[in-house]
């Protein structure tokens, strides 16, 4: 049963006329109310005839008071529905109270807003060209340096954005040409060989981020890397992409010169099947991006790898036993990121010890999809054969993110997903787990449940999971992880029943309860941490609102063609990287 408005202080109670109401009912005054009635009026009127008129505000009066007899006043010759009504003092007395008291408000109103309307006016004849040059002009120098540097962010990343700020306006020039940062990405995809030189000079001497697309470079009468060369000292990462064969006609030799890189702390290779990245001399180098090849041996200080096995033929055969040596050549490696595109096939694996063994790898991330791949006929490995070979006792964080294309059983989902998890002899201190099972058009069904087996993760500290499918925890011995914290965004299809048996599992562990940090669900529109009568959460459950990233964030196309040196971009969540997976292809029959 719905509830009875709220009356205001102006309300008030007044006999009903004959034949309107029960006998004995009082009629319920509000001006307020009389004022939204006309207001949903003139609202209905407005998006219909798109246009205010006097005569269209009298008409919705006119109907209103026709529609309530109650309303009578509201028309402009409103007449009495009978003589005794006409001389009824009391009647007349009320209705003038009623037309004054909303009259009271309406011209507070119009005051209020009268008063609102001349002081914008007043604004906006003050917000001219000249007057926000003013505004401007009175920022102190520091803090104008401090706009324009945010503007040309992010700063590794080749763009024209520190020649468009300096050509602002004279003061913004003078200002831009003092930060040298804004200048020292360089790319042949977006600089000429004059621009490439003015990146230089006004760079001083900093450290310069280079990148060189053969692609693009014919567009240019002279190679952009032509200028950057002799000042390869000062690079601090260097990715190119494409090259051409050396026996190439249009092949340029300059990208093939043996570079001496002292500073070169990231290296970026795309397709580089005669691996000229050998040749060059880079001592301090830390961190390498491969994609669309195997890299072959060339530095045992790399920390940080990241590898996208994407070919462009889905036919095409991967060495994977190229890849397991080059591992096996990066012994400090901390951080591996490692992206499978639909259909990854390899060669058959002839090593007879196929383990790979990274001593000091603490983070491993992977992007994969969940597709045909287990059911293809061959004897390849799959990406899940491949991730079970690694082990690495000193791995703390994995990051998993599943993209669900096809329309597949819960079950087999579920096993895909959990073959993913590293075996506990392999990673026996994993305490971090972060999921991301995104599915397309509901791939399981409405009523398909995602099982996630967490026993193989008996250390599991940190739980982040983001998924549009049900999902449920399950433990063979219904034991739950020593949790410290939890995370659940944009849980869609999770309920109030997961957060119930969440809740009645960790409490299973006094200990354990007591050592919870905090539950989180941000974004999960079916859970009701606080309304539900099953939750005692003590507190350590909470709801947020998900916050949405900024548009200008939202549309940035993070591309490996550019010279992003890292697909998992630090203010993104996993599931919008899985955006970026293209389907699997389609095999015509």
Same mark, same amino acid.
């Given at each position: 049963?719905?509830?009875?408005?709220?009356?205001?202080?102006?309300?008030?109670?007044?006999?009903?006329?004959?034949?309107?109401?029960?006998?004995?009912?009082?009629?319920?005054?509000?001006?307020?109310?009389?004022?939204?009635?006309?207001?949903?009026?003139?609202?209905?009127?407005?998006?219909?005839?798109?246009?205010?008129?006097?005569?269209?505000?009298?008409?919705?009066?006119?109907?209103?008071?026709?529609?309530?007899?109650?309303?009578?006043?509201?028309?402009?010759?409103?007449?009495?529905?009978?003589?005794?009504?006409?001389?009824?003092?009391?009647?007349?007395?009320?209705?003038?109270?009623?037309?004054?008291?909303?009259?009271?408000?309406?011209?507070?109103?119009?005051?209020?807003?009268?008063?609102?309307?001349?002081?914008?006016?007043?604004?906006?004849?003050?917000?001219?060209?000249?007057?926000?040059?003013?505004?401007?002009?009175?920022?102190?120098?520091?803090?104008?340096?401090?706009?324009?540097?945010?503007?040309?962010?992010?700063?590794?990343?080749?763009?024209?954005?520190?020649?468009?700020?300096?050509?602002?306006?004279?003061?913004?020039?003078?200002?831009?040409?003092?930060?040298?940062?804004?200048?020292?990405?360089?790319?042949?995809?977006?600089?000429?060989?004059?621009?490439?030189?003015?990146?230089?000079?006004?760079?001083?001497?900093?450290?310069?981020?280079?990148?060189?697309?053969?692609?693009?470079?014919?567009?240019?009468?002279?190679?952009?890397?032509?200028?950057?060369?002799?000042?390869?000292?000062?690079?601090?990462?260097?990715?190119?992409?494409?090259?051409? /064969?050396?026996?190439?006609?249009?092949?340029? !030799?300059?990208?093939? +010169?043996?570079?001496?890189? #002292?500073? &070169?702390? =990231? %290296?970026?290779?795309?397709?580089?099947?005669?691996?000229?990245?050998?040749?060059?001399?880079?001592?301090?180098?830390?961190?390498?991006?491969?994609?669309?090849?195997?890299?072959?041996?060339?530095?045992?200080?790399?920390?940080?790898?990241?590898?996208?096995?994407?070919?462009?033929?889905?036919?095409?055969?991967?060495?994977?036993?190229?890849?397991?040596?080059?591992?096996?050549?990066?012994?400090?490696?901390?951080?591996?990121?490692?992206?499978?595109?639909?259909?990854?096939?390899?060669?058959?694996?002839?090593?007879?010890?196929?383990?790979?063994?990274?001593?000091?790898?603490?983070?491993?991330?992977?992007?994969?999809?969940?597709?045909?791949?287990?059911? /293809?006929?061959?004897?390849?490995?799959?990406? !899940?054969?491949?991730? +079970?070979?690694?082990?690495? #006792?000193? &791995?703390? =964080? %994995?990051?998993?993110?599943?993209?669900?294309?096809?329309?597949?059983?819960?079950?087999?989902?579920?096993?895909?997903?959990?073959?993913?998890?590293?075996?506990?002899?392999?990673?026996?201190?994993?305490?971090?787990?972060?999921?991301?099972?995104?599915?397309?058009?509901?791939?399981?069904?409405?009523?398909?449940?995602?099982?996630?087996?967490?026993?193989?993760?008996?250390?599991?500290?940190?739980?982040?999971?983001?998924?549009?499918?049900?999902?449920?925890?399950?433990?063979?011995?219904?034991?739950?992880?020593?949790?410290?914290?939890?995370?659940?965004?944009?849980?869609?299809?999770?309920?109030?029943?997961?957060?119930?048996?969440?809740?009645?599992?960790?409490?299973?562990?006094?200990?354990?309860?007591?050592?919870?940090?905090?539950?989180?669900?941000?974004?999960?529109?079916?859970?009701?941490?606080?309304?539900?009568?099953?939750?005692?959460?003590?507190?350590?459950?909470?709801?947020?609102?998900?916050?949405?990233?900024?548009?200008?964030?939202?549309?940035?196309?993070?591309?490996?063609?550019?010279?992003?040196?890292?697909?998992?971009?630090?203010?993104?969540?996993?599931?919008?990287?899985?955006?970026?997976?293209?389907?699997?292809?389609?095999?015509?029959?």
């Amino acid at each position: 049963m719905d509830s009875e408005p709220e009356t205001t202080d102006y309300a008030f109670e007044v006999p009903s006329r004959p034949g309107h109401g029960s006998p004995g009912d009082n009629i319920k005054f509000d001006p307020l109310l009389i004022l939204e009635h006309c207001v949903g009026s003139l609202r209905k009127a407005y998006i219909k005839k798109k246009i205010y008129s006097k005569e269209t505000v009298m008409n919705i009066m006119c109907s209103i008071a026709e529609s309530n007899p109650e309303y009578s006043f509201l028309h402009a010759k409103s007449e009495s529905s009978s003589a005794d009504e006409a001389w009824n003092p009391q009647r007349i007395s009320v209705t003038l109270v009623i037309m004054e008291k909303t009259k009271f408000l309406l011209d507070n109103l119009s005051s209020s807003l009268s008063e609102n309307i001349a002081r914008t006016k007043h604004r906006a004849k003050r917000i001219t060209p000249d007057f926000l040059g003013r505004g401007l002009a009175s920022l102190p120098d520091d803090i104008l340096a401090i706009i324009i540097k945010l503007a040309a962010e992010p700063l590794e990343r080749p763009s024209m954005r520190a020649q468009e700020l300096a050509g602002v306006s004279r003061r913004f020039r003078a200002v831009a040409l003092r930060l040298p940062r804004i200048w020292c990405a360089v790319s042949s995809g977006t600089h000429n060989f004059e621009n490439a030189a003015l990146c230089l000079e006004r760079s001083k001497n900093m450290g310069l981020h280079v990148s060189s697309r053969e692609a693009y470079e014919h567009l240019h009468t002279r190679n952009p890397l032509e200028a950057l060369i002799p000042f390869a000292s000062r690079w601090l990462s260097f990715s190119y992409s494409r090259y051409r /064969s050396s026996m190439h006609p249009l092949a340029n !030799t300059k990208n093939r +010169t043996p570079l001496q890189l #002292p500073l &070169l702390e =990231h %290296l970026g290779v795309t397709a580089d099947n005669e691996h000229i990245y050998k040749e060059y001399f880079m001592p301090n180098l830390r961190s390498a991006t491969f994609r669309n090849m195997i890299p072959e041996p060339f530095s045992e200080n790399l920390t940080h790898l990241a590898m996208a096995f994407d070919l462009p033929d889905h036919s095409d055969f991967w060495d994977i036993d190229g890849f397991r040596r080059f591992l096996h050549s990066t012994p400090l490696l901390e951080e591996l990121r490692l992206r499978f595109e639909p259909q990854f096939q390899t060669f058959i694996c002839d090593l007879p010890e196929p383990e790979v063994l990274l001593p000091c790898l603490k983070t491993l991330s992977v992007i994969t999809v969940c597709d045909d791949e287990e059911d /293809s006929e061959g004897e390849w490995e799959t990406a !899940t054969d491949f991730l +079970t070979s690694i082990r690495a #006792p000193k &791995l703390t =964080h %994995l990051l998993l993110g599943i993209k669900v294309f096809i329309k597949r059983s819960s079950e087999w989902v579920s096993e895909f997903v959990n073959n993913l998890l590293p075996l506990p002899s392999n990673s026996p201190v994993l305490g971090f787990l972060d999921i991301a099972v995104m599915g397309v058009d509901r791939p399981c069904g409405d009523e398909d449940t995602i099982h996630i087996r967490y026993d193989g993760v008996p250390r599991l500290t940190h739980l982040k999971l983001e998924t549009n499918l049900k999902v449920v925890l399950v433990h063979p011995e219904d034991r739950f992880f020593p949790l410290r914290r939890a995370e659940f965004i944009r849980c869609t299809n999770i309920k109030n029943d997961f957060v119930a048996t969440l809740v009645r599992g960790l409490r299973l562990d006094p200990v354990g309860w007591k050592s919870l940090e905090g539950v989180t669900f941000r974004g999960c529109p079916y859970v009701d941490v606080n309304g539900n009568s099953k939750i005692e959460p003590e507190g350590k459950f909470v709801y947020e609102q998900y916050r949405h990233p900024h548009t200008a964030d939202a549309e940035v196309k993070f591309d490996w063609n550019d010279d992003e040196d890292d697909f998992y971009p630090s203010s993104r969540t996993i599931a919008s990287l899985l955006k970026r997976l293209c389907p699997p292809p389609i095999v015509w029959d």
